[in-house]
């Protein structure tokens, strides 16, 4: 079964205290899920159209549970906490094992 990842890429982050408190709260849902940090940090080397701020991938099992962990009550409330404190491109993509 393929694993499911989650990338995060942030354009902005205009509030760290949004930031922050979606962070308290994403972190055990994304445990909770079976997500497992893989990459979390600001060093990133960019390149063509790519923007020089935070970026996190996060692995899972398998695609269905990466999207079930997006989905889930406890995700759902990291999202509202957040709110307008960010700008990112976040996608959930199928791995190829």
Same mark, same amino acid.
């Given at each position: 079964?393929?694993?499911? $990842?989650?990338?995060?890429?942030?354009?902005?982050?205009?509030?760290?205290?949004?930031?922050?408190? $979606?962070?308290?709260?994403?972190?055990?849902?994304?445990?909770?899920?079976?997500?497992?940090?893989?990459?979390?940090? %600001?060093?990133?080397?960019? $390149?063509?159209?790519?923007?020089? %701020?935070?970026?996190?991938?996060?692995?899972?099992?398998?695609?269905?549970?990466?999207?079930?962990?997006?989905?889930? %009550?406890? $995700?759902?409330?990291?999202?509202?906490?957040?709110?307008?404190?960010? %700008?990112?491109?976040?996608?959930?993509?199928?791995?190829?094992?």
């Amino acid at each position: 079964m393929a694993k499911g $990842y989650w990338v995060s890429v942030y354009r902005t982050i205009s509030d760290t205290d949004k930031l922050a408190a $979606y962070d308290e709260l994403a972190r055990p849902a994304v445990q909770a899920g079976g997500g497992r940090v893989l990459s979390r940090g %600001e060093h990133v080397a960019v $390149y063509d159209a790519g923007i020089a %701020e935070r970026t996190i991938l996060i692995e899972f099992d398998s695609f269905e549970q990466a999207v079930a962990a997006r989905e889930s %009550e406890a $995700y759902q409330k990291a999202l509202a906490a957040l709110d307008d404190g960010v %700008e990112r491109d976040f996608r959930i993509i199928e791995g190829l094992d």
